[in-house]
């Protein structure tokens, strides 16, 4: 089974900065899908960024973007120019490719992002 | 809708009593999931349709919990017997299906079981 594990219970930057929020994995799948969603107070988890295991290329949304090293099996979510609105709890996700025929998420447990004025 | 819709909001219900909440997906959107969230943890995979029919109900916590898509679009979870455990956020998100796809997830219906 997949497991996903996020050892950054709450992070907290300036207004403005960088921040990077951690995300290890561990699988025995070599196709596969990563994913950063975000969930506000209101607790709808919204979609940030994904990453497809065979592209080698980081993903990029604008100010958002991710160091996906897949021998070391992480997968890194940068915030640029941190805004009031990008506090919230933070899940990376794994999904296994659609060929094992379930395209269930595998959560980790969340990083809670405070953004300082 | 725009979105996934999930009704009720927010549920209160005594232990022992039967809930039932709703998922109205995406329309035109094929697979749809339901996730459980406890409190300070991250959602975990309940169950899975792809249309109709549920191809994976492997994380159902026990057999007080039943989920049913009958015509391939709305969902109902329904949980018998509530014990307190059962208090969580239910998540239900829809997808169009395949490989590229992402899950949209609705707001979540809060069940809190006194």
Redesign the interface.
């Known amino acids: 089974a997949q497991t996903?594990t996020?050892s950054q219970p709450e992070m907290s930057v300036q207004e403005a900065e960088t921040v990077t929020l951690s995300c290890t994995y561990d699988t025995s799948e070599s196709d596969y899908?990563l994913?950063w969603?975000k969930q506000p107070p209101?607790?709808?988890?919204?979609?940030v960024i994904?990453q497809e295991a065979y592209k080698q290329q980081n993903a990029t949304e604008n100010r958002f973007s991710v160091n996906f090293q897949k021998a070391a099996k992480s997968f890194s979510l940068k915030i640029s120019d941190s805004q009031l609105g990008d506090a919230a709890m933070y899940?990376c996700?794994y999904r296994s490719?659609?060929l094992f025929?379930?395209?269930?998420?595998?959560?980790?447990?969340?990083t809670r992002l405070t953004i300082i004025p | 809708g725009a979105g996934v819709s999930q009704s009720p909001r927010y549920k209160v219900a005594k232990r022992g009593q039967d809930v039932a909440l709703r998922c109205d997906p995406i329309s035109g959107h094929v697979?749809l999931?339901w996730?459980q969230q406890a409190l300070?943890?991250?959602?975990?995979?309940l169950t899975?349709f792809q249309n109709e029919a549920q191809?994976?109900k492997s994380?159902l916590p026990s057999d007080r919990f039943f989920a049913e898509r009958p015509e391939g679009s709305v969902s109902t979870l329904k949980i018998q017997r509530t014990q307190q455990e059962d208090s969580a956020?239910y998540?239900c998100?829809s997808?169009l299906?395949?490989?590229r796809q992402?899950?949209?997830?609705?707001?979540?219906t809060?069940l809190s079981i006194l």
């Open positions: 996903v996020q899908y994913f969603y209101s607790r709808q988890m919204i979609l994904r899940f996700a490719s659609p025929g379930n395209e269930k998420l595998t959560f980790g447990t969340g | 697979s999931f996730y300070g943890q991250g959602p975990e995979f899975y191809l994976d994380g956020v998540l998100a997808s299906g395949g490989s992402p899950q949209h997830f609705g707001d979540g809060r």
